[in-house]
């Protein structure tokens, strides 16, 4: 195993377009982990997210937000990268506007497909949070040993 450099880190998290995004839920004192379709520019993930626990949370705890990213052809051939950073949500309509053109046709496909037109705000994808996690720290792991789990059984 071993470390990625800070490029390798960066280079995994912009060629990905799924995450998993850990928020601490005080309430029931434990991780709630969660998918999420994203992209980074410029140091942070761009987001959006209908209502949800999710939303609940970040706002709850907007800090200490955790962020993975993997690839993984195999138990012997991965990378992985964490990130650590903090909610900002964006309610600026051109920001918004921005951030939502940031995943071109993607949201023809995902959660916004039926709200991608100008909903009732006046904004596309009203209703929906718009957001972004700067990350503080960002760290990666990689193996290339081959080892197979089948080799051991």
Same mark, same amino acid.
């Given at each position: 195993?071993?470390? $990625?450099?800070? #490029?390798?880190?960066?280079?995994?998290?912009?060629?990905?377009?799924?995450?998993?995004?850990? @928020?601490? *839920?005080?309430?029931?004192?434990?991780?709630?982990?969660?998918?999420?379709?994203?992209?980074?520019?410029?140091?942070?993930?761009?987001?959006?997210?209908?209502?949800? $626990?999710?939303? #609940?949370?970040?706002?709850?705890?907007?800090?200490?937000?955790?962020?993975?990213?993997?690839? @993984?052809? *195999?138990?012997?051939?991965w990378q992985s990268a964490l990130g650590w950073g903090n909610f900002e949500q964006i309610t600026d309509p051109d920001q918004r506007m921005k951030v939502l053109q940031g995943f071109g046709d993607r949201l023809q496909r995902g959660p916004l497909r039926e709200r991608s037109r100008f909903g009732r705000a006046g904004m596309v994808a009203a209703g929906e949070t718009v957001y972004r996690i700067v990350f503080e720290q960002l760290t990666g792991r990689a193996d290339s040993s081959g080892w197979s789990a089948a080799e051991s059984d």
């Open positions: 195993m071993r470390e $990625l450099s800070m #490029d390798d880190i960066e280079a995994l998290i912009s060629g990905s377009k799924i995450a998993r995004l850990g @928020i601490y *839920d005080r309430h029931h004192q434990r991780v709630y982990i969660v998918p999420v379709s994203y992209y980074f520019r410029d140091g942070a993930a761009y987001l959006h997210s209908a209502p949800g $626990l999710k939303l #609940d949370l970040l706002h709850e705890q907007p800090r200490r937000v955790c962020f993975q990213v993997d690839q @993984i052809s *195999d138990e012997g051939e």
